[in-house]
């Protein structure tokens, strides 16, 4: 079937506003990671869903940023009130149906945020 | 110091050439992840290793859990291997990836 998709690819936006990006996993994936590649730098983990089991947000980099999965499929990631410090590439990734990290992650393409 | 170490940082070959990659950590570990990101950055998983050797065509990746280090081999290389590679760790008793900074590489014909 299908990859993971996300969207939008690209976002541009004003400083202080909110933005949402979404993540559709892999059909009967359970995981869902969500990370954040900035210029330059690393991956860096943000948080990760597994089944009905509550997220962990221990990556989370402020409460600004917040995220849900509805449904045990479809994924968004919140980033309120926007700093351009945010901009960067969030990629989410998902796999199943065990636990995430002993298993292949799948990941998207990615959303380009640039915050102007 | 980083807990995920990669080295070289970026790393130039002829097509045809044997290609090593390292990555060493500091922490405990579950497994590891090698990671291929291409440059229009779209990342692909390559490996994922808890002990010993896995093979996937001409890649091979190797882990020794005592020495706290991984390699990642290509052999042949060719222009079309010529990306980022990125070693993930799983550190004990979480979810959570702790990821190296990637080897750039380039493979000239």
């Known amino acids: 079937g299908a990859g993971v998709s996300q969207s939008p690819s690209n976002k541009v936006t004003e400083k202080g506003k909110d933005v949402e990006l979404r993540c559709d996993p892999i059909s009967g994936h359970t995981a869902l990671y969500w990370y954040r590649q900035s210029l330059g730098q690393g991956l860096e983990f943000l948080i990760y869903f597994q089944g009905n089991s509550a997220p962990d947000k221990s990556g989370l980099p402020s409460d600004r940023f917040s995220a849900e999965r509805t449904g045990g499929s479809v994924s968004t990631l919140t980033i309120q009130r926007t700093q351009q410090e945010d901009s960067a590439v969030y990629l989410c990734?998902?796999?199943?149906?065990?636990?995430?990290?002993?298993?292949?992650?799948?990941f998207g393409p990615g959303t380009r945020l640039l915050v102007l | 110091k980083n807990e995920v170490e990669q080295s070289p940082q970026n790393l130039t070959a002829q097509e045809g050439e044997f290609i090593t990659i390292n990555c060493s950590y500091s922490?405990?570990?579950?497994?590891l992840h090698w990671l291929q990101q291409h440059p229009g950055g779209g990342i692909v998983s390559l490996f994922m290793?808890?002990?010993g050797k896995k093979k996937h065509g001409r890649l091979i990746a190797t882990i020794n859990i005592q020495e706290k280090h991984s390699s990642l081999h290509i052999t042949a290389s060719h222009p079309r291997d010529s990306a980022v590679y990125i070693c993930?760790?799983?550190?004990?008793?979480?979810?959570?990836?702790?990821f190296g900074t990637g080897t750039r590489l380039q493979v000239f014909p």
């Open positions: 922490v405990g570990i579950s497994a």
């Open positions: 290793l808890s002990s």
């Open positions: 990734a998902s796999s199943g149906p065990g636990t995430g990290v002993l298993e292949t992650q799948y």
């Open positions: 993930a760790v799983a550190l004990n008793n979480t979810d959570k990836l702790i």
